[in-house]
């Protein structure tokens, strides 16, 4: 099974709709991620929490939120869709005792906002 | 100037090619240097952490400069399965920040 694990690996929606992306984890990691990936832009940062209680704004936190219900699990929500959030999504874990090196990434969420 | 710079490509390259891949960074602070792979449609992996003194796994050498703040990535006697995204990945700013990745650089072999 995998380590991280994302639901739904594609979504279409329409604009305005309220979208929730969700994360789970086994690998027992107190750090998660949320990025997006556009084409030309590469990944950009959403939103990081280094454990349950701790929730940072990445580069681009505007238009979504997050939750953080469980050390293994954190979800990434757009309360109200638009087309230009249409991306690939990614959350990914590490494990602060290594440092920050390596990011385990999930396979990823496709959304598309019409 | 952008925080982690790539030559985007495509570098199209036959089989047994070396090729090599170059990225900048711009925060002189950073401790912290990574090649992510990155297959079409796929999740990034990490292929190798870049040391100061330079570090090679198999056919892949890692190289960094810190006065320049440049960071490269040889790959020896390419593969078919070579092909794919690199990214150059830097840490943030701030200790504790998570990382900031490059857009990536494009290869592809070919036999």
């Known amino acids: 099974d995998a380590d991280v694990t994302q639901t739904p690996r594609n979504r279409i929606t329409k604009t305005g709709k309220r979208i929730m992306l969700e994360c789970s984890q086994t690998?027992?990691?107190?750090?998660m991620y949320w990025y997006r990936q556009d084409p030309g832009l590469g990944l950009r940062l959403i939103y990081y929490?280094?454990?349950?209680?701790?929730?940072n704004k990445g580069e681009i936190s505007d238009g979504y939120s997050v939750s953080r219900q469980a050390q293994a699990k954190f979800s990434l929500s757009l309360e109200s869709a638009i087309p230009n959030q249409t991306a690939l999504y990614f959350c990914?874990?590490?494990?602060?005792?290594?440092?920050?090196?390596?990011?385990?990434f999930g396979p990823g969420t496709r959304l598309t906002v019409t | 100037r952008k925080e982690v710079e790539q030559d985007p490509g495509p570098f199209n390259v036959p089989e047994g090619a070396t090729v090599a891949f170059n990225c900048t960074y711009s925060?002189?602070?950073?401790?912290?240097f990574f090649w992510y792979r990155q297959d079409c449609r796929k999740e990034p992996k990490l292929l190798m952490s870049?040391?100061?003194s330079g570090n090679e796994d198999g056919r892949f050498t890692a190289q960094l400069n810190r006065a320049s703040q440049y960071i490269s990535l040889l790959i020896r006697d390419s593969k078919l399965s070579d092909s794919a995204t690199y990214l150059c990945?830097?840490?943030?700013?701030?200790?504790?920040?998570?990382?900031?990745f490059g857009k990536g650089t494009t290869l592809s072999v070919s036999s």
């Open positions: 990914a874990t590490s494990d602060p005792r290594t440092g920050v090196a390596e990011q385990y």
């Open positions: 690998k027992g990691h107190d750090r």
């Open positions: 929490s280094f454990d349950v209680k701790d929730i």
């Open positions: 925060n002189s602070a950073s401790q912290s």
């Open positions: 870049v040391y100061s």
């Open positions: 990945v830097v840490n943030g700013p701030q200790a504790g920040t998570a990382l900031i």
